[in-house]
């Protein structure tokens, strides 16, 4: 089986926004800290920061994320969404809601002209998510 998974990097705040998006979307977080991989990190106060962090979400979802330490450059992520779409309107909906706070809504979640609902926004961790829910979804 092969599989493609948003992974997306932070600077400081990977387990926040973890946390938060397993809070809008369920399942279970596991994460991995350099702290955990003796000698990952040259400065010893990056230890509590992020490797790897893992969402498992219902619907077999999967995101992925980890913090760049300071001796590696940072790109904020540029060009890219996270989309997540469906068939269940309330589960994608309920979703939206969740990822709303604190986010700057770009376009709000209603209908689209090919018929389903499809809404923007950016995060309050600056990643910008899609989100669409209706039968192309199928």
């Not at 589960?91 to 209603?110: N, P, S």
Request: aromatic share 10%; charged share 20%; hydrophobic share 40%.
């Amino acid at each position: 089986m092969t599989t493609l998974n948003p992974y997306i990097s932070f600077r400081d705040n990977a387990r926040e926004a973890m946390e938060f998006y397993q809070k809008a979307l369920g399942g279970d977080l596991q994460v991995t800290t350099f702290g955990d991989m003796p000698g990952a990190v040259q400065d010893e106060a990056e230890q509590s920061l992020v490797m790897h962090a893992m969402l498992t979400a219902p619907g077999d979802l999967v995101l992925m994320a980890s913090d760049t330490p300071a001796h590696y450059e940072y790109k904020a992520p540029q060009g890219v969404s996270v989309s997540l779409g469906g068939t269940d309107e309330a589960e994608i909906r309920a979703a939206w809601e969740k990822l709303t706070d604190g986010a700057t809504v770009t376009q709000e979640f209603g209908p689209a002209p090919w018929g389903d609902l499809f809404g923007m926004l950016t995060d309050r961790f600056g990643i910008d998510w899609m989100f669409s829910a209706g039968q192309s979804q199928a």
